[in-house]
T-cell receptor, first 114, second 114 residues
Framework: KAGVTQTPRYLIKTRGQQVTLSCSPI?????VSWYQQTPGQGLQFLFE???????NKGNFPGRFSGRQFSNSRSEMNVSTLELGDSALYLC?????????????FGPGTRLTVT | AQKVTQAQTEISVVEKEDVTLDCVYE???????LFWYKQPPSGELVFLIR??????QNEISGRYSWNFQKSTSSFNFTITASQVVDSAVYFC???????????FGTGTRLTVIP
């Protein structure tokens, strides 16, 4: 069974630009969550999508957005990039939302903003 | 509010030594889940264990064992006879029922010296 895949793996952008990251969950998994990992703030929850609907959202500005498609694939978008957005962005998939299931993580997309 | 504390920032042990990683959590919920994840240098978070708040039985999986004590809000992780491949950052995380967002501790970097 294929794991969670994320593309691209590495990305370099300039301040002010926008970026879109993609996540394909494990087959059969319908919940996709996104996390940001930085040395200063650690691992922080961005948002969760289930059945194409955002179910939970972390404490991030509106520049961070996401969506989920009917095949459960998800994308997250960051607009007007800031230097502080440089981070490892991790996507996780799990069976139906509700806390009873473990989340399986992808390899991450490392975003560098210059 | 949910909070996870991993007081040990870095630990170094010599191969074959046993090591315990501490995790203390805070939550007002009566039902919740606790997790341990391993993050090797590649960056991907690897799921190790999930425990729900009603199951205080200790668990052993090969060289890994977990001690859950609700009375002290702790969920400690012990690696027996450590190996170089155990070198990684280990995260403890808390998830409340009904949500799918993990609250992570700051992680403990374990280095196993050959």
């Amino acid at each position: 069974k294929a794991g969670v895949t994320q593309t691209p793996r590495y990305l370099i952008k300039t301040r002010g630009q926008q970026v879109t990251l993609s996540c394909s969950p494990i087959s059969g998994h319908r919940s996709v969550s996104w996390y940001q990992q930085t040395p200063g703030q650690g691992l922080q929850f961005l948002f969760e999508y289930f059945s194409e609907t955002q179910r939970n959202k972390g404490n991030f500005p509106g520049r961070f957005s996401g969506r989920q498609f009917s095949n459960s694939r998800s994308e997250m978008n960051v607009s007007t990039l800031e230097l502080g957005d440089s981070a490892l962005y991790l996507c996780a998939s799990s069976l139906p939302s509700g806390g009873a299931y473990e989340q399986y993580f992808g390899p991450g997309t490392r975003l560098t903003v210059t | 509010a949910q909070k996870v504390t991993q007081a040990q920032t870095e630990i170094s042990v010599v191969e074959k030594e046993d090591v315990t990683l501490d995790c203390v959590y805070e939550t007002r919920d009566t039902t919740y889940y606790l997790f341990w994840y391993k993050q090797p240098p590649s960056g991907e978070l690897v799921f190790l264990i999930r425990r729900n708040s009603f199951d205080e039985q200790n668990e052993i999986s090969g060289r890994y064992s977990w001690n859950f004590q609700k009375s002290t809000s702790s969920f400690n992780f012990t690696i027996t006879a450590s190996q170089v491949v155990d070198s990684a950052v280990y995260f403890c995380a808390l998830l409340k029922t009904g949500a799918n967002n993990l609250f992570f501790g700051t992680g403990t970097r374990l280095t196993v010296i050959p």
